[in-house]
């Protein structure tokens, strides 16, 4: 059974940040590419940010770039979201995906598993 539990979300204020984690049991981890999402309430669910099986590659959605830190580590079956410099815009359920897909991309259908999502909200 696949699983991927987040963790990490809560309340902060603008300016301050956040470490999501995403935990995967379940998959052969270093042979999926994990991504990060995210949705507010009345709006798609969104793209944040990629990377690849090694982590090699990486790619950030350009709202969050130069903010966002994507990472992994294989031996701890384990994806990170670091949020810096953190915008009232921000707010959302943040979800990781997970994709046996060669190189995943921006599109939430490329994406196999996901978690349930764990929620941040940035306040003024």
């Known amino acids: 059974q696949v699983q991927l539990i987040e963790s990490g979300g809560g309340l902060v204020q603008t300016g301050g940040s956040l470490r999501l984690s995403c935990a995967a049991s379940g998959v052969p981890f270093s042979n999926y590419g994990m991504g990060w999402f995210r949705q507010a309430p009345g709006k798609e669910r969104e793209f944040v940010a990629r990377i690849s099986r090694s982590g090699g590659r990486i790619l950030y959605a350009d709202s969050v770039k130069g903010r966002f830190t994507i990472s992994r580590d294989n031996a701890k079956n384990t994806v990170y979201l670091q949020m810096n410099s953190l915008k009232l815009e921000d707010t959302a359920v943040y979800y990781c995906?997970?994709?046996?897909?060669?190189?995943?991309?921006?599109?939430?259908?490329?994406?196999?598993?996901w978690g349930q999502g764990t929620q941040v909200t940035v306040s003024s």
């Open positions: 995906a997970a994709s046996g897909g060669l190189l995943p991309g921006v599109r939430w259908s490329e994406y196999d598993y």
